[in-house]
Structure formats: structure tokens, C-alpha cells
């Protein structure tokens, strides 16, 4: 069956660099496009970005300049890295599955609190 | 970017009352999508292409609407059905989400 696992570290430092891994099965990334959305404590969603199934990727533009969305076919992962966290980076990651332009699968997600 | 504004922020329905919320976007976009979710789960798609429901979503849930103006209506309250709901479009880049309406059990 279809599932999406986030992984990553829980705790990352103000200015340091999030990396996080989403681990996909019952389905190939070059069949899927596989987003990643972020909720912060207590908040709503916010889209992040996306991995199109032929490779290419697209940013929300109010994160493009820290953004970076990566993936190993292989290896069924999607990765996101992402630059310079603050304390407002705080929240839940998630990666989810798009089917036509709506999210049909999501991941279970990943709690990132950023703090020194 | 299209802002959709969903209300109420927050509402209180008993048992068997029938439940309406609402997402207005900024600009027409062609379906509206729900997710429903539970406190501290993932969301679950719940409604798709406006009115379409979810695999599992119980049959006293449906979705309306059209343009700028979306509505989720439960026609019989259930206390399952307490949760957090958010709107969300797929018209256009960057894909937006509402802020989502709390729905709590009276």
C-alpha cells in the first residue's frame, strides 16, 4: 500500500541547515509528484515545494532563496534541504503525495524545533 | 498567490445539528479540496474536486460550491467528526491552504 515516511533530526540550531528525507512505497516518484508541507505549532498549512515525477522541482518563491528539493529514484526518497532556520521554521514537516493537484497520501510527518 | 478564507475560525455543533463551512478564495479557482484532521494526526484528504468524497468518508458528508465560494456541509453531527478542517486550492501556484475551521462536539 501507498506510504510516505518523513525522517530527519528533531532539534536543529537557529542559522543551521534542516535536512530531511522522505521515504516512499507502493508507488514510483516517477510516476508521482511528492510535496513537502509544513504546519507550525497551533497553525495551519503551508506549502513548501514540490518534486515533479520527471525530476524537476518548484518552491513556494517565500522560501526559494533557502529551499532545496532533491531525490534519489533508487532509493524511493525525496529529500528537502533548507538554509539559515530561525525559531518561525519550527513546525511539523510533511511529505504527501499529489494526485491531481490534490494531496491523497500524507507521511506521518516530522516534528523540527529550531533552537540553540 | 490566492488566499482563501475559511469561517468560522471556530464553532460548537451538537449531536445530529447540521454543519456548514465555508472557503472563499481571493480568485475563482476551478475545485476545492478538504482534508480533515484530528489533533496531533496527519491530515487526510476528505473531499476532492469540490464535492467527490474521500475512500472512508461517511456518506453525511458533502461538498459544494463554485468560482470563489466552497462550503463542506455535515448533515448530521457526529462526534467523530470533531476535528480541524482546511480548504485547499490546486488552481494555481503556490498551492494555498486556508486556516482551517475547528469543529468541536457540544
Known amino acids: 500500500q501507498v506510504q510516505l515516511k518523513e525522517s530527519g533530526p528533531g532539534l536543529v540550531q537557529p542559522s543551521q541547515t534542516l535536512s530531511l528525507t522522505c521515504t516512499v512505497s507502493g508507488f514510483s516518484l516517477t510516476s508521482y509528484h511528492v510535496h513537502w508541507v509544513r504546519q507550525p505549532p497551533g497553525k495551519g498549512l503551508e506549502w513548501m515545494g514540490v518534486?515533479?515525477?520527471?525530476?524537476?522541482?518548484s518552491y513556494n518563491s517565500a522560501l526559494k532563496s533557502r529551499l532545496s528539493i532533491s531525490r534519489d529514484t533508487s532509493k524511493s526518497q525525496v529529500f528537502l534541504k533548507m538554509s539559515s532556520l530561525q525559531t518561525e521554521d519550527t513546525a511539523t514537516y510533511y511529505c504527501?503525495?499529489?494526485?491531481?493537484?490534490?494531496?491523497?497520501?500524507w507521511g506521518q510527518g516530522v516534528m523540527v524545533t529550531v533552537s540553540s | 498567490e490566492i488566499v482563501l478564507t475559511q469561517s468560522p475560525t471556530t464553532m460548537a455543533a451538537s449531536p445530529g445539528e447540521k454543519v456548514t463551512l465555508t472557503c472563499r478564495a481571493s480568485?475563482?479557482?476551478?475545485?476545492m479540496h478538504w482534508y480533515q484532521q484530528r489533533s496531533g494526526a496527519s491530515p487526510k484528504l476528505w473531499i476532492y474536486?469540490?464535492?467527490k468524497l474521500a475512500s472512508g468518508v461517511p456518506n453525511r458528508f458533502s461538498g459544494s460550491g463554485s468560482g470563489t465560494s466552497y462550503s463542506l456541509t455535515i448533515n448530521s453531527m457526529e462526534t467523530e467528526d470533531a476535528a480541524t478542517y482546511y480548504c485547499?486550492?490546486?488552481?494555481?501556484?503556490?498551492?494555498?491552504f486556508g486556516s482551517g475551521t475547528k469543529l468541536e462536539i457540544k
Open positions: 504527501a503525495r499529489e494526485r491531481r493537484d490534490y494531496f491523497d497520501y
Open positions: 485547499q486550492q490546486g488552481s494555481s501556484y503556490p498551492l494555498t
Open positions: 518534486m515533479w515525477s520527471d525530476g524537476d522541482t
Open positions: 474536486e469540490t464535492s
Open positions: 480568485s475563482s479557482v476551478s475545485y
